[in-house]
Structures are given as structure tokens and as C-alpha cells.
């Protein structure tokens, strides 16, 4: 299986963070799930990675010309892959994988992972969408998400578009338990 981790590229974040990003690669690589993720050797991103290489799981990179030309390419990766621009990386890792996972992470991680809702919502795929709520961290977001639902912004039958966990554990077992769902027409 292969799993897309959307997260931080960010080195300044609390220990807590990192240590989740390394659990997560961890528990994929011994389950034989193979990590897609952004190409980076920096913050979360280079964590998963690592974690998943040190447990001898696969890692394909997909980044973008523009970043990998600043310097915080990956190595040491599976498969690494240098495209254009955002869109085709988005793409890619979007077509690669089997699940999505969102890690703490900032307006890169935000909008990748926003973007595999809506297309979930909008019927163009039926993977399973985890966010690893890490120490509370995306907890105003989902008051905000919530106020969204409150307001009939948001169907409340797009609530099951995703899972929301705590725990490494929990996103892990989601996603092998998962079983697609009839999504509701958006229009």
C-alpha cells in the first residue's frame, strides 16, 4: 500500500511532532506500506522518510523543481522524482497512493490535504483521508471545519470524508480497516 503524508517542512517545530512523523514511518514500514511524500530532507517531511528508510520501507519523493533547487532535496530516497511545479507533484502523489495522511504541518499541508477532500466529496476518488491531530494541533481547524458544517457551508454528509485521530496507532488502523463508503452527490 502506498500512503501519501502530507506535513511540516518546517525544522523549528517541538519534539513532539517529529516524534509522531517517525512513529508514522515506523508503523508504515512495518506494515509494508511504502511512503509518498514531498521529496524534502527537511522538518516532518524528512522524519517520516527517514523513519520509513530505517525500517527498510520504500520512499518515493515527488517535489517540485523550484524547491529541489534551493537544497533540501532528498538523497538517500526509493524513487525520487523532480517535476515542474506544485500541480504535478500534487498530482502525482495524489494518483501514487492508496491513503492520505495530514501531519501537523502549515499552508503546503493544509491545501494538499483540503484538496484530496474536495475531490473525495466531488466523487473522483474513495481513499481514505486521515488527520493526525498530534498534540492537539489541528484543533481550532476543526472548530473552524465544524462551524463550516454548523452554517450549511459544508453538508453535514461530508462529515465521514475523513478521520480525525490522536494517535499514530489509530490513523494506522483506520486506514487497514478502511472500507469504502457510498459518498452523497455534492450536487
Not at 533547487?69 to 497512493?97: N, Q
Not at 483521508?129 to 498534540?135: E, G
Request: proline residues 2%; aromatic residues 10%.
Amino acid at each position: 500500500m502506498n500512503i501519501a503524508v502530507f506535513c511540516a517542512s518546517s525544522n523549528r517545530v517541538k519534539g513532539v511532532y517529529a516524534e509522531a512523523a517517525r512513529k508514522l514511518g515506523r508503523e508504515m514500514a512495518q506494515r509494508g506500506w511504502n511512503l509518498i511524500y514531498g521529496g524534502t530532507n527537511c522538518g516532518l517531511m524528512r522524519e517520516v522518510a527517514d523513519a520509513v528508510l530505517e525500517q527498510g520501507g520504500g520512499v518515493k519523493g515527488i517535489i517540485p523543481r523550484c524547491i529541489a533547487e534551493r537544497g533540501v532535496k532528498a538523497e538517500k530516497l526509493t524513487d525520487l522524482i523532480v517535476v515542474p511545479d506544485m500541480k504535478e507533484r500534487k498530482y502525482l502523489m495524489r494518483k501514487a497512493a492508496d491513503a492520505f495522511i495530514a501531519l501537523p504541518g502549515g499552508w503546503g499541508t493544509l491545501e494538499e490535504i483540503t484538496e484530496v477532500i474536495t475531490l473525495k466529496q466531488l466523487g473522483l476518488h474513495q481513499k481514505p483521508i486521515v488527520f493526525i491531530n498530534t498534540d492537539g494541533f489541528y484543533d481550532l481547524f476543526f472548530d473552524f471545519i465544524n462551524k463550516a458544517f454548523e452554517e450549511s457551508f459544508v453538508s453535514s454528509a461530508y462529515k465521514g470524508l475523513y478521520k480525525v485521530v490522536d494517535e499514530v496507532v489509530e490513523a494506522v488502523a483506520y486506514i487497514a480497516d478502511y472500507k469504502e463508503e457510498k459518498m452523497v452527490s455534492k450536487y
